[in-house]
């Protein structure tokens, strides 16, 4: 039976476990004597001392009767992790060949082999926790309707504390919930790159330059992905983002008692963003007569007569 303690990572049994534990804190004993505390039948310690054994993890040096002790974990552990990295490089190398066989035994092979659909809420919020989990070096996204609901918050901030590079370009709208916000601004604080713009053409996940995720169809709910690999296509799609992101703002935080300069870029994000002077308002604490008069200081300052020309005049400031 698997473990579940501080060492089912490295494949123990929950005995196994239990009984190297034990052996970690006494100076050993033997199969009587192990059973007789443990409250275990000499069977299950023998088979738990067979399977620590050829994990390196325990000795039994010889003697009438055999007295088993723990081999130092600084030592056993370190050999069996390399194994299991070992064991898990030649896994991954057997990928590519576990995935024909697969597509070889679909009857939709062909194009299936480049782009694949999936279907169901389940099945879809499944694959998306699997991509993260195996995502290397980047995952980029365009975020819009419909939105997966983050039912597992923890599987993406463990993205960002492993290094990945996420880039988000959410659509403006998002501004416009305070709860989808406040979310948004956790995984910002944790690492999350965050640009925003007045509409997306379409949901999509991108990682690493293996996959790509995105709707079949335009709706309110989620029921149908495809799985994009590699080709041209998933190429399009990577030009896609990049492009957006380039034409995207800073995600603006709320700071009504920022410096002006502060308190312009703000401002200025959440207009280019879309939003109208009572949505900015709410967004930075203050009222839309507030709003109002910090555009028209803008706008004095870049001696412009609409805000579009502020606008202009402030990305030639890199206020933008």
Request: aromatic fraction near 4%; include cysteine; hydrophobic fraction near 40%.
């Amino acid at each position: 039976m698997p473990g579940t303690g501080r060492f089912a990572g490295l494949g123990l049994g929950s005995t196994e476990e239990e009984v190297y534990l034990h052996l970690l804190s006494t100076s050993g004993g033997s199969v009587q004597q192990l059973g007789s505390r443990l409250g275990l039948t000499p069977e299950q310690v023998v088979d738990a001392l067979e399977g620590l054994s050829g994990n390196g993890l325990v000795d039994c040096p010889p003697g009438q009767p055999p007295v088993w002790s723990a081999v130092p974990p600084d030592v056993a552990l370190e050999e069996l992790l390399l194994r299991r990295e070992i064991e898990l490089r030649r896994a991954r190398g057997r990928i590519a060949e576990l995935v024909r066989t697969y597509r070889r035994g679909r009857p939709d092979s062909g194009a299936g082999e480049l782009v694949e659909v999936i279907t169901g809420r389940e099945s879809i919020a499944e694959l998306w926790r699997t991509l993260q989990l195996g995502v290397r070096k980047q995952l980029l996204i365009l975020d819009r309707q419909p939105h997966i609901r983050r039912s597992d918050p923890e599987t993406e901030l463990a993205v960002l504390r492993r290094g990945v590079s996420v880039r988000v370009v959410y659509e403006s709208r998002v501004l416009r919930e305070p709860e989808r916000l406040a979310e948004i601004r956790t995984f910002v604080h944790a690492g999350e790159q965050a640009r925003v713009l007045p509409g997306l053409p379409l949901k999509l996940a991108l990682v690493d330059d293996r996959w790509a995720l995105l709707p079949v169809s335009a709706g309110s709910e989620l029921q149908s992905v495809l799985l994009v690999r590699p080709s041209s296509l998933l190429d399009a799609l990577f030009g896609m983002f990049e492009l957006y992101w380039s034409q995207a703002v800073r995600m603006p935080t709320a700071d009504s008692g920022a410096a002006p300069v502060d308190r312009h870029r703000q401002l200025l994000a959440l207009l280019a963003a879309g939003l109208t002077d009572e949505s900015i308002a709410r967004q930075m604490g203050v009222s839309p007569r507030t709003v109002q008069r910090w555009v028209r200081e803008l706008m004095d300052r870049f001696g412009a007569r609409t805000r579009f020309q502020a606008g202009i005049q402030a990305a030639r400031a890199d206020l933008l």
